[in-house]
C-alpha cells in the first residue's frame, strides 16, 4: 500500500506546513483570538487542498497564495465580529496567550510544536491588540500585513480589495491611532517591579499601597461577555478600581495570584483551587498604572488552565 508522501518527499508541501506558524501568528494579531486564528489557519489549508492540481500549480507563489487567502478571512471574520460585538453587552478584550504559549486545535496547550507556537512581542501586547480592536477592520488587516509581516502594499491591494496607495492610507492612518493612544516607555524591570507590587497590596488588602500604584486616570476593563459576572463598563479612576479589585478578593476566598507574563509582558493570574479564572494585564506610564484589563471569559482562558510556570 502506498503512503501520502511527507515534507521530507515533497519540497512544495514541506514549505507550506513550515507557514503553519506564520499563518496563526498573523491570524491572532488580526483577530485578537487564539481559537479564531487556529480555526483561520485550518480553513486556509482546506481551501489549498480543495484546489485542483492545476489550480495549486497555477499559484506562483503557494506562501503568498497562502497569506492572501488567511488574510480575506480575517478580514470577513473581523467585519462580521466587529457587528457581533456592537450588538452585545460588555466590553470585549482580545484573548490573553502565557510566555512560549503552544495551542493544538483541541484547546488545551501542550506539546511543543513550533508551528503551533504564538511568537509574543510588542505587537501582541494587551494594549496594542486593544487599539487594534478599535480601528477599522481594514486598515488592521493593512497595519498588521505591512507593518508587522513586511507584506509589500501592491499585494495587500489584493487582499482588500483597493489600490496600493489606498493600502498605504490605511496603515499610517492605523499607525497614527496608535502612536496617539499607546503609553510611554517602560523597562521591562520597572514594569515587573510594579506588578510586583501590585501583586502584593491586590492579594494582602493593601489600599494604599495599591492606590500609590495607580494611575489617577486608570481604567479598568473586564471581559466576561455573559459568560460570569464583570463591570459593562470601564471603571475609571484610582480609587475606583483599587475598591473594585479589593471587593473582589474579599468575595472570593482561597484566591491565588501568580505573577506570570501575559502577552509579553509581566502580568497576573488569578487561581481558586488551582485553576485560572482571570488573567490581568497592565500597561504603564511613569511607573503608574494607566490599565488594567481583566479577561474573565472562561472560553478565553483555555490555555492557561495547565501550569506552565515553568
Not at 13 to 39: H, I, K, P, T
Amino acid at each position: 500500500m502506498s503512503t501520502p508522501s511527507g515534507p521530507a518527499q515533497d519540497p512544495v508541501l514541506g514549505a507550506l506546513m513550515a507557514e503553519r506558524r506564520r499563518l496563526l501568528n498573523l491570524g491572532y494579531r488580526m483577530l485578537g483570538s487564539v481559537q479564531d486564528a487556529e480555526d483561520v489557519v485550518q480553513e486556509t489549508y482546506a481551501r489549498w487542498y480543495a484546489l485542483s492540481e492545476e489550480g495549486q500549480k497555477g499559484a506562483d507563489a503557494p506562501l503568498a497564495w497562502l497569506t492572501r487567502v488567511a488574510s480575506r478571512i480575517c478580514l470577513d471574520h473581523l467585519a462580521s465580529a466587529r457587528v457581533r460585538r456592537e450588538r452585545s453587552t460588555g466590553e470585549w478584550l482580545p484573548e490573553p496567550v502565557r510566555h512560549s504559549a503552544t495551542w493544538t486545535s483541541t484547546g488545551h496547550e501542550g506539546g511543543d510544536d513550533p508551528a503551533d507556537r504564538i511568537t509574543l512581542d510588542e505587537s501582541v501586547s494587551m494594549g496594542m491588540l486593544v487599539i487594534l480592536g478599535s480601528i477599522t477592520p481594514a486598515e488592521r488587516v493593512a497595519f498588521v500585513l505591512h507593518d508587522v509581516f513586511g507584506v509589500p502594499f501592491t499585494e495587500i491591494a489584493e487582499t482588500v480589495g483597493r489600490t496600493p496607495a489606498a493600502c498605504r492610507q490605511l496603515a499610517a492612518s492605523a499607525r497614527r491611532r496608535i502612536a496617539g493612544q499607546r503609553p510611554g516607555s517602560i523597562t521591562a524591570q520597572e514594569h515587573r517591579q510594579v506588578v510586583t507590587a501590585f501583586r502584593g497590596a491586590f492579594e494582602t488588602g493593601d489600599l494604599h499601597t495599591l492606590i500609590s500604584l495607580l494611575d489617577p486616570n486608570v481604567a479598568s476593563r473586564s471581559d466576561g461577555r455573559g459568560k460570569v459576572r464583570a463591570a459593562l463598563h470601564p471603571v475609571v479612576g484610582r480609587d475606583k478600581v483599587a475598591h473594585l479589585l479589593l471587593g473582589l478578593m474579599r468575595k472570593e476566598p482561597g484566591v491565588e495570584l501568580v505573577e506570570e507574563d501575559v502577552n509579553g509582558a509581566p502580568g497576573v493570574s488569578v487561581r481558586i483551587a488551582g485553576s485560572t479564572v482571570a488573567v490581568l494585564a497592565l500597561d504603564m506610564h511613569d511607573g503608574l498604572i494607566t490599565d488594567l484589563w481583566m479577561v474573565v471569559n472562561p472560553d478565553k482562558l483555555h490555555i492557561w488552565g495547565v501550569d506552565n510556570t515553568d
